[in-house]
């Protein structure tokens, strides 16, 4: 079974570029608008483009009436380019920012990657210092808590909870977990980490240091 792309955008020429682009290879749904968008998504897609400035309901409203019933990657393709649009975006539970206009050839690249993270065959749950990772269905627990974060967000964590002891640098984690050899956006790195900082403070824990001109490592895990 192919995997399903919905692509939101209420320029039909976008959507026609996009759904050409993308069609030979996965199955493509369309929407035009915010509302049209929230009926596409009970199809299930595997991922979602959506663009943010949409009249009526814009692309953030969407993601976050989405978000809490959609584990997919979601991907914003804007025209926006100020770094409080990409504040937003992640706040709202993006997973990755596309800025218009854009290669198709890096976009596929994107697509794809995401893909092959969602589909990455994982079977076991492992404990980290309390914190217990279950992999395959990229989720976190610590005590009697349920961390809702965002595909992306839980890769960072998982990431750097597996390489206890090393610290990475923003560009590495982008790497690992946008996995593509693109180049990277530093700042994507920093919004995910204050988002899963802000999520993970209600638990009682933090799970990533901030280590000064290098990087990030995993926390102590120790409830404050």
């Known amino acids: ?25 996965y199955e493509v749904l369309t929407a035009y608008s915010g509302d049209e968008a929230l009926r596409k998504v009970a199809a299930v897609p595997d991922l979602i483009l959506l663009d943010i400035n949409m009249p009526g309901m814009d692309g953030l409203a969407v993601c976050r009436k989405i978000r809490t019933y959609i584990t997919c990657p ?23 920012y596309i800025v218009k206009p854009f290669d198709l050839d890096e976009l596929g690249a994107r697509v794809a990657a ?15 210092d309390g914190a217990m ?13 349920e961390l809702g974060f965002t595909k992306s967000e839980y890769a960072i ?17 982008y790497e690992h977990v946008f996995g593509y050899d693109k180049e990277s956006d530093p700042s994507v790195i920093t919004e995910h980490v204050k988002n899963i900082r802000a999520k993970c403070q ?5 799970p990533i240091e901030t280590v000064w001109g290098i990087g990030y490592k995993a926390g102590d895990f120790e409830n404050e």
């Open 1 to 25: 079974m192919r995997q399903k792309l919905l692509i939101v955008d209420d320029e039909p020429g976008i959507v026609d570029m996009l759904k050409s682009y993308f069609e030979p290879q």
């Open 74 to 96: 979601i991907l914003f393709l804007t025209a926006r380019l100020e770094a409080a649009d990409k504040i937003g975006g992640f706040g709202a539970g993006a997973d990755d």
């Open 114 to 128: 995401h893909l092959r993270r969602e589909t990455r065959e994982k079977k076991h749950a492992v404990t980290v």
């Open 133 to 145: 990772f279950y992999l395959k269905e990229k989720k976190v627990r610590y005590g009697e808590m």
């Open 157 to 173: 964590c998982e990431y750097l909870a597996m390489n206890r002891g090393q610290v990475f640098s923003k560009d590495r984690i």
């Open 202 to 206: 209600k638990a009682g824990f933090q």
